[in-house]
């Protein structure tokens, strides 16, 4: 009995302070847990998920990045993946969007399957973690060099976006159209105000407008460029 006893994993709790390969190590060994995370060597496990809060905004969000990776042959997206950032950060974003890495993207997969170093684009459904998402993670996002960063603050009923420059966050303003449009993905159009009053076909709009741009049909052309023949 002692030696099962020495032998088993302990769980995950929430504000457990590991590193990141313990963390890893326990979180493997309780596949009940859907979501956990180690940010700055603190372990926060998210409270369970309501509909209108999260769990819709986070559909919709999914939906407008699905639909331009989609038309983006050499971009990749992932929901809910967990990501090897640093020796004392593994979030788990609501959603992500990178370059293929055969394609010149900064991320890597690993060998077990998981996103290692910053994805280009993070997107976090901020509602009770709204002050995790805006200050801490935001540090631990830019420090590990995410090139874009979008928080919806479904309570403000507000979106921020953020673009790095040189080593800061800058936050974006929208357009005279309205419309927030990706630095490091061309095409990618948002009608915030749309998106957060639930207008579905005035995203689509803004977002097959950016797929017609020629500045998304030369990013196509540049990764076709680069596949080996």
Known sequence: ???VTQ???????????????????RYDAMPHVKKAELIEG???????????QHGTPHFDLITWMGFYRWATP??????????????????????????????????R?????????????????????????TTTK??????????EYLIWRVQDRAIDWYVLSGNLFVKQEPDADGLYRSKVFPGLWLDASAMIRG???????????GLASPEHAAFVRQFAARKPS
């Open 1 to 3: 009995m002692a030696s």
């Open 7 to 25: 032998n088993r994993i302990p769980p995950l709790e929430n504000g457990d302070r590991l590193s990141r390969d313990e963390f890893e190590r």
């Open 42 to 52: 603190v372990v926060s496990m998210p409270s369970p998920v309501r509909v209108d």
């Open 74 to 107: 050499g971009v990749q997206g992932a929901d809910n993946a967990s990501i090897r950032l640093d020796v004392e950060n593994m979030p788990q974003p609501d959603v992500c969007l990178f370059i293929d890495p055969s394609l010149g993207g900064q991320a």
């Open 109 to 133: 997969i690993s060998e077990d399957d998981y996103i290692e170093t910053a994805p280009e684009f993070i997107g976090e459904v901020a509602a009770s973690s709204v002050s995790h998402d």
């Open 138 to 147: 935001l540090r631990v996002y830019q420090r590990n060099g995410v090139r």
């Open 199 to 209: 207008d579905a076909n005035a995203v689509r709009a803004a977002q097959e407008r």
